[in-house]
């Protein structure tokens, strides 16, 4: 059966500095180039889920200045078929990103923070649909209850594991920026069944009780690995939204889509037709 998702997250104003070595604290490190685009991890993958013929579904918050006008165009011009757009009487979310000579970014989110403005009170959820919040915050449990109030199967970002306020979901989904390497994943199989944990290029592990499935990471030549992780998991949940839900295609989908991701210069990860080209991967 396939199944309709919601991404509920944010989208932002990507400003790309990029450096032939991190900025240190006290000295003076010029960019050797800067370019700005649009950004934002949930509307990364939103927009990328889309493409890959998922009926996808994007909550999120925009201000009403310039910046939200532009975020707002980029979004209409989307393969997305719903918005629920909460509109911020004020500014939009900015974010610098820093990228090294060896493709490694540090992001860096700036201006007021309008994250605790999302919910999907207003928003036309199904009890069969899928509910993504890939950048999780506290302010979220209410509206992963509600989620979950409906039915709906939820995938929370791994960070959720650190959360005091212990929530529960399907499926946890992060990486090593989100849960260090010498913490054992499995140790929160009681909260999250399924936890999904990528370590770059030694790939990805799917975690359930009695089981784990390895996924190598394709080679790529990495130029930026800003949206790497949402490009794995449009890939991962697109094969789930479309019935493979066991994980094995999606993880295939995801390390392939974060593989095409990191060789080139972008934020909202390409279209799922380049990813396969004339392949039939789902």
Known sequence: ?????????????????????FPLSGKFTAPTKSTERVGGSAGNIAQSLASSGV??????????DDIGKKLHQ???????MHLDIIWNDGPSAKCLVFVEEDGERAIIPFGESIKHKLTIANTPID???IV???????????????AQA???????????????????????IGSTSDLPEDIDPRIYLDRFPRIVYTRGMDGVDQYEKGSVIHQDAFPAKTIDTTGAGDAFLSGYMSAYALGMTDGIVGMEAGARWASLMVSIEASVPPNWSEVIGGEKLF
Do not use: Y
């Not at 980029?74 to 997305?80: E, G, I, M, P």
């Not at 506290?138 to 509206?143: F, G, I, R, T, V």
């Open 132 to 146: 993504v919040f890939p950048n999780w915050s506290s302010s979220l449990n209410p509206e992963l209850a509600a």
């Open 74 to 80: 980029c979004l209409l011009a989307s393969d997305l």
């Open 55 to 64: 009926e996808a579904g994007f909550v999120t918050v925009i201000g009403t």
């Open 1 to 21: 059966m396939k199944r309709r998702i919601w991404i509920v997250g944010s989208i932002a104003w990507d400003t790309i500095l990029h450096f032939d070595s």
């Open 127 to 129: 009890k069969d649909d």
């Open 150 to 172: 409906k039915g709906c199967l939820t995938v929370v970002g791994l960070s959720a594991v650190f959360d005091p306020q212990h929530p529960r979901a399907d499926i946890a």
